[in-house]
């Protein structure tokens, strides 16, 4: 039987699109995010004039508890177990629409697109440290944005290490519980390799409920990223270990955490943490941070702070949180990232309550 022409270019055509839906059948992209909008009190507040008291606040946030944000990620198989992966990923002022929680570009907190494989995953692009996946892990109240260890980074360094530009990292398969990751954030400075240079590493130990992570960063002020709207080039060298025990419904952390600014302070962070799930429905935690300068021990602060939890769906919580900071000689100890970043010297109480939604 002898087919026309036309026949033979639909049929092709056909054939052609059954190939083309196989291929786009093995990738995925998801659209996912947090919005989080709270309220925060302090009883007081820094005059960023004369760096005194301004007297007590009480304002709405974005992030009281978690950072605001919208991504896109997506994997295709490339067979044999390899995939291609990618996350962009932006964030989200609440209060008014604007940008936050991020380096202040549109995708401000990760953009990257890497292989990933038996062998590890490559990553290429704007990405976290792995000097700061480490203290996350091990913080004693999963770094709320209030009343946590994520309050002493950002205060000491902003988003230096949280948000790398220019970076290349591998992260190994896990093996006999043992896994590590690498990253080496180029300056992009032609003819000065050293300007805005970071590299980091970490390494996990995992046995059951057991985690041991330890890491190390090291970073040079300048290169192509100091031009971001929220400086990610501040010059310091970052290390810290860390460990995470959970007992059925109750998880126990406990952390050391070093952070030395060139010129400036030396914190050394002891703190520990713990939280309960009473119900699938109500969780609690509470946390304790001492931060001392190790160029003035004169310059220290302690940190409390505690929170409740009561979800209302999988994807819907309300949140209250109580904190304590009381900081001595020039240490500046905030409450919270978003509204309560720097505090004054001496004793500072607040607490911040809001609603957050993933999707």
Do not use: C
């Not at 992260?171 to 000065?192: E, K, R, V, Y």
């Not at 009381?326 to 010297?345: C, E």
Request: charged share 10%; proline share 3%; glycine share 14%.
């Amino acid at each position: 039987m002898r087919l026309s022409f036309s026949k033979i270019i639909l049929i092709a055509g056909v054939l052609l699109g059954s190939v083309s839906l196989s291929a786009y059948a093995q990738s995925s992209v998801t659209l996912y995010g947090i919005v989080d909008a709270g309220l925060l009190y302090t009883s007081k507040s820094l005059n960023s004039a004369t760096g005194q008291n301004a007297g007590h606040q009480f304002q709405m946030i974005t992030g009281g508890m978690t950072p605001s944000l919208f991504g896109l990620k997506g994997a295709e198989d490339l067979g044999s177990g390899v995939r291609a992966i990618f996350d962009l990923e932006s964030g989200i002022d609440m209060s008014n629409g604007g940008f936050n929680d991020s380096n202040g570009n549109f995708f401000g907190r990760k953009a990257w697109v890497g292989i990933a494989s038996h062998y590890g995953t490559v990553k290429a692009g704007l990405q976290e440290s792995p000097f700061v996946a480490s203290l996350i892990a091990t913080d004693g109240r999963n770094v709320s944005y209030f009343g946590s260890g994520a309050p002493i980074y950002i205060n000491t360094v902003l988003v230096t290490g949280v948000f790398n530009a220019n970076a290349i990292s591998y992260t190994s398969p896990t093996i006999a519980g043992l896994q590590g990751s690498a990253m080496l954030a180029l300056g992009g400075i032609a003819g000065d390799f050293q300007a805005g240079r970071q590299y980091s590493a970490s390494l996990n130990y995992t046995y059951g409920p057991l985690l041991v992570s330890a890491a190390m960063y090291s970073g040079n002020a300048g290169g192509t990223a100091a031009s971001t709207p929220v400086p990610s080039t501040v010059p310091f060298s970052g290390r810290t270990i860390g460990a995470s025990y959970q007992f059925s419904d109750l998880t126990v952390k406990a952390q050391y955490m070093n952070l030395k600014v060139a010129g400036s302070f030396d914190k050394r962070v002891y703190s520990g943490g713990l939280r309960y799930q009473f119900t699938p429905a109500v969780g609690a935690d509470a946390g304790a941070w001492y931060t001392s300068d190790g160029n003035d021990t004169h310059n220290h602060s302690i940190l409390a702070a505690t929170g409740v939890t009561y979800s209302l769906s999988k994807a819907t919580l309300l949140y209250a949180q109580v904190g304590f900071v009381d900081n001595y000689g020039l240490m500046d100890t905030g409450l919270s990232i978003n509204g309560a970043l720097f505090g004054v010297s001496g004793k500072t109480f607040g607490t911040a309550v809001g609603i957050r939604h993933l999707f």
